[in-house]
């Protein structure tokens, strides 16, 4: 079994920085892509970043150049470090695990972000 547990959300001033964290555990070996995905209200869930074991990352557009995705392999820990938020970005962010070239994957429960002044 593989559990993804994450942490970090809040509420945050426009403007303001957030770092989120999720740390997977159980039988993990092979899967070697993690990131992050968010679901708004009323929205489907869209893609954030990715990043591999060797640490290299991609972005989505709305995202590039104020989030950072890293992690760390022998905490088995993914992080988003996300600055300049603004509203817009209210959304449940989701840790994701998963296999290269392989579509279905581990998800976390979600943590909550809001932007709001």
């Known amino acids: 079994q593989v559990q993804l547990v994450e942490s970090g959300g809040g509420l945050v001033q426009p403007g303001g920085s957030l770092r989120l964290s999720c740390a997977a555990s159980?039988?993990?070996?092979?899967?070697?892509?993690m990131g992050w995905h968010r679901q708004a209200p009323g929205k489907q869930r869209e893609w954030i970043a990715d990043?591999?074991?060797?640490?290299?990352?991609t972005y989505a557009a709305p995202v590039k150049g104020r989030f950072a995705i890293s992690r760390d392999n022998a905490k088995n820990t993914v992080y988003l470090q996300m600055n300049s938020l603004q509203p817009e970005d209210t959304a449940v962010y989701y840790c994701?695990?998963?296999?290269?070239?392989?579509?279905?994957?581990?998800w976390g429960q979600g943590t909550q972000v809001t932007v709001s002044s």
């Open positions: 994701k695990l998963k296999k290269v070239g392989i579509t279905e994957a581990y």
């Open positions: 159980g039988t993990i070996f092979g899967f070697n892509i």
């Open positions: 990043i591999n074991t060797s640490g290299s990352s």
